[in-house]
């Protein structure tokens, strides 16, 4: 199969996919519409496929003992659209605010030109079309499910704004962070403001750990080690007159590996348990197991799939692209199987996740590519 050729073939189909897509965004383990649009596509093209619960579907293309699974996210965030585009969100207060309308798209348009090609086709290729990645749950469901035993390989792709468009990227190593969140709640004593002294002041404790936390990262981790320790959220006192009795904090971890995930959780209880005896507070501190562990595109997969991709991508589409403190739960089926993770550049003004966001439709051209290329290695 000339991949270069059937890619730019789709190229109109796959921009009405993404627009139609681009319509309904649904969020979540709710992808009613964006499924019923899949089906209704891999029915016309017959391509058979098992559905999952509550959401999501399982494609498949060609026969014999081996398969590869190429799998895109389908969900939307809950961001009210303000990008004008005359195909914008039809559904009041959500959004394809991360591209995976995108994903869907190129996803829909790889299963067209493989069924086409089926008969070429020496192994299985499983299409994973999988709901809830933005609340990192809908790659669990889909391993739980084990449908996936046995496959050899499995591949995904993310098209991301910050990344000239029509660039791709594929590289060895962490790609993407694994994400832990955190909540610590400092218990101490109210009072009047002109008694400090008969008080425990929650807002100076909690004041004191938001500034000792960061030097976990900046003393305590190998400095050639990246992570992040973000408190995001900080709620305490009721009035100006008044000393604090409690505070909340919440943040999020961002590692790239294991070993920094435990000893960055270590080092906050410890200081969390020291700021508690010095203060004479109550603090309790909870630190949630990672939803998803970092993205990590291996070496061999990687070298494998370049040599293929050579023939399909011109020298200067590639692009280096640093690894990101961004999460993607496509990390979770790289725990268990041999794959790897593309970067597409989009290409547009404003990052993922904005209410402005949009990618230039040179993405998916590329997209089709880099799926087709993986379904073929
Ligand atoms: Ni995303």
Redesign the pocket.
């Known amino acids: 199969m000339d991949i270069k050729q059937e890619a730019l073939k789709i190229k109109e189909e796959v921009i009405q996919f993404r627009r139609d897509l681009h319509r309904c965004p649904e969020t979540a383990f709710l992808e009613k519409k964006t499924m019923a649009y899949v089906r209704k596509h891999l029915d016309e093209w017959k391509i058979s496929y098992e559905m999952l619960q509550p959401t999501g579907c399982i494609a498949k293309i060609g026969r014999g003992k081996e398969a590869v699974a190429l799998r895109a996210?389908m969900d939307a965030l809950r961001v009210k659209e303000e990008t004008n585009l005359p195909f914008a969100s039809e559904h009041e207060g959500y959004m394809h605010a991360?591209?995976?309308d995108g994903h869907t798209a190129v996803l829909l348009a790889t299963a067209k030109i493989l069924k086409k090609h089926e008969e070429e086709l020496n192994h299985r290729v499983l299409l994973i079309f999988q709901p809830a990645?933005?609340i990192a749950a809908g790659s669990k469901m889909v391993l739980k499910t084990g449908k996936l035993d046995g496959i050899t390989g499995i591949f995904g792709l993310?098209i991301f704004s910050g990344i000239a468009a029509g660039k791709v990227s594929l590289e060895a190593g962490p790609r993407m962070a694994a994400t832990n969140w955190f909540s610590i709640h400092v218990k101490g004593k109210s009072g009047h403001a002109g008694k400090p002294h008969e008080c425990v002041d929650a807002i100076i404790i909690a004041s004191s750990l938001v500034m000792n936390l960061q030097t976990i990262i900046s003393r305590s981790l190998n400095p050639l080690e990246n992570a992040v320790l973000t408190i995001g959220k900080m709620q305490a006192g009721t009035a100006r007159n008044v000393v604090a009795g409690d505070a909340v904090l919440e943040g999020t971890v961002r590692t790239f590996s294991k070993e920094s995930e435990q000893k960055i959780q270590k080092r906050m209880k410890e200081m969390i348990a020291a700021q508690a005896q010095m203060y004479g507070a109550d603090i309790t501190f909870n630190f949630e197991p990672a939803s998803h562990p970092a993205l990590v595109n291996s070496e061999i997969v990687v070298q494998k799939v370049k040599k293929k991709a050579d023939a399909v991508f011109e020298a200067n589409e590639w692009t280096h692209v640093p690894a990101m403190m961004?999460g993607?739960d496509f990390s979770n089926y790289l725990e268990e199987y041999p794959g790897c993770f593309a970067f597409i550049g989009g290409g547009g003004r404003y990052p993922?996740h904005h209410s402005q966001f949009d990618f230039d439709e040179s993405a998916l051209v590329q997209g089709v590519k880099m799926m087709l290329i993986f379904a073929l290695v």
Do not use: I, K
């Open positions: 996210d991360c591209g995976h990645e933005e993310h961004l993607e993922n």
